[in-house]
């Protein structure tokens, strides 16, 4: 997890990415790479990754919505103490777009 550090800033840019498989494949390299992370570092990348999320929520591709609201709620778990309000902030944020999507056409991303 230490090597591929260096190369997260990269992989947020794909986020921009108008290939869904390759925003797809880059939210999962950031759901390993944070899950493998001592907690206080993976803190850190998920205030910044949180914002890059928010998009991801309305893309039109049911299976990336559903991936990108999992990696917020990883993101969300792996925050430390030192960084739990400003966590908080950004969920506040993303609350509205969260509850448009409980009555999504798509059942796992409702859930």
Do not use: Y
Not at 1 to 13: F, N
Not at 88 to 107: C, E
């Amino acid at each position: 997890a230490r090597k591929i550090e260096v190369l997260l800033p990269d992989v947020v840019g794909t986020l921009q990415n108008a290939n869904k498989d390759i925003r797809m494949k880059a939210l999962l390299v950031f759901q390993n790479v944070v899950g493998h992370m001592k907690r206080k570092k993976a803190s850190c990348i998920a205030l910044q990754l949180s914002e890059k999320l928010l998009p991801l929520f309305d893309d039109e591709c049911s299976e990336l919505r559903e991936i990108a609201i999992h990696l917020f709620e990883d993101l969300m778990k792996a925050v430390v103490c030192c960084h739990k309000k400003r966590m908080k902030n950004k969920v506040w944020r993303v609350l509205v777009p969260l509850f448009f999507h409980m009555s999504d056409q798509t059942q796992s991303v409702a859930k």
